[in-house]
């Protein structure tokens, strides 16, 4: 059995991580139940500093008046580098994923060396309608496509051409990006439920690229079913309109999952299991059969969120605490204490 090591304590809560090639690691923290001061930010030296800058993390919901969203995170879900020198910035700009921004959906890049930003992607209500919760993107081998979830309230992927910044939206309601009726997700052996009755309800939400890029795998959260869909589809009849349903793939049982990994140079996808509070992996060269097999349990990873994995292989995945959160325990406190993990393999 593998175990974990932590790496940063947040007063916050946290949801993505991504570690640059450079060995840079960067976290962010969604408005969800709180104002939070940070959204995106650089971990050094065991401290949050704003990223790239405070300008940029400027924005306040209290304030929302005073400041424009197109140009500041207003609720950044994900980052992820891309390994060509980038970091993206997904902003599904829906505070307590509720009401989206006008304005506010976007995918930003910055300049590693420069720490500046050097396009913004926006998304109009087409690609982002009201409802939707953009949550977790990759990037295509050649790096000419993003691939992003939208676990809001009518799942699916939408599919951005980076140089023009035009996306479709696909696989809008199809089965497998959808919520399964009938599960429930469960927390401490309760179903996780808010005070007005409400249980967990997320969409398509965790993401992953096959190693050779042929491949996108995804799932809901609010299931436990894995399905991936040749790229070429999406970037092909999926991006000119086309329906593609038929060519999504059921691809076995990972159960309630929030975060997808597949190792570099492997076929081992690396599950974050929130309701055992574990992280699980499963041989996909094994085929849809592979069972998931659990790599560590430990009573700390309270709801493991985001993997990402280092330059020298080490995974690194955040904890964050979504059934302690004023969502689910009204009086939780709203700055929520969360993590950073190094899972020792």
């Not at 009573?299 to 990402?308: C, E, I």
């Not at 020298?312 to 700055?335: E, L, N």
Request: net charge negative; hydrophobic share 40%.
């Amino acid at each position: 059995m593998s175990s974990i090591e932590l790496v940063a304590d947040f007063g916050h809560q946290v949801t993505g991580v991504t570690v640059a090639e450079d060995g840079r690691i960067f976290v962010n923290f969604p408005r969800w139940t709180e104002d939070t001061e940070v959204s995106v930010a650089e971990l050094k030296d065991g401290e949050v500093r704003p990223y790239p800058d405070e300008a940029w993390n400027g924005w306040r919901n209290a304030k929302k008046d005073e400041v424009t969203p197109h140009d500041h995170w207003v609720c950044v879900q994900s980052v992820v580098a891309d390994g060509r020198g980038s970091l993206w910035v997904l902003d599904p700009a829906a505070p307590a994923q509720a009401h989206l921004v006008s304005g506010g959906a976007k995918l930003v890049r910055i300049d590693l060396a420069t720490d500046k930003v050097v396009q913004a992607i926006a998304f109009d209500e087409d690609a982002a309608p009201q409802g939707s919760y953009l949550n977790d993107v990759r990037f295509s081998e050649d790096g000419k496509f993003a691939y992003i979830t939208d676990s809001g309230v009518q799942g699916a992927l939408l599919v951005v051409d980076i140089a023009s910044g035009r996306t479709a939206r696909v696989l809008d309601g199809h089965p497998s990006t959808q919520m399964k009726k009938g599960l429930n997700v469960t927390a401490d052996g309760q179903v996780l439920r808010r005070p007005d009755g409400r249980g967990v309800e997320f969409s398509a939400d965790g993401i992953e690229l096959s190693g050779d890029g042929k491949y996108l795998y995804w799932q809901a959260i609010k299931g436990d079913e894995l399905y991936r869909i040749p790229t070429g589809a999406l970037t092909g009849p999926g991006f000119q309109g086309q329906d593609i349903g038929e060519q999504v793939e059921p691809y076995g049982t990972n159960g309630v999952n929030d975060g997808l990994l597949i190792a570099r140079g492997t076929d081992l996808m690396y599950l974050t299991s929130v309701q055992d509070d574990a992280i699980k992996v499963r041989d996909l060269s094994q085929g849809p059969s592979a069972p998931a097999r659990i790599v560590v349990q430990d009573a700390r990873l309270r709801w493991p969120d985001t993997f990402s994995q280092g330059p020298d292989g080490t995974i690194y995945v955040t904890t964050s605490h979504i059934q302690d959160s004023a969502f689910f325990k009204p009086d939780a406190p709203p700055a929520l204490p969360t993590q950073l993990w190094k899972v020792v393999l």
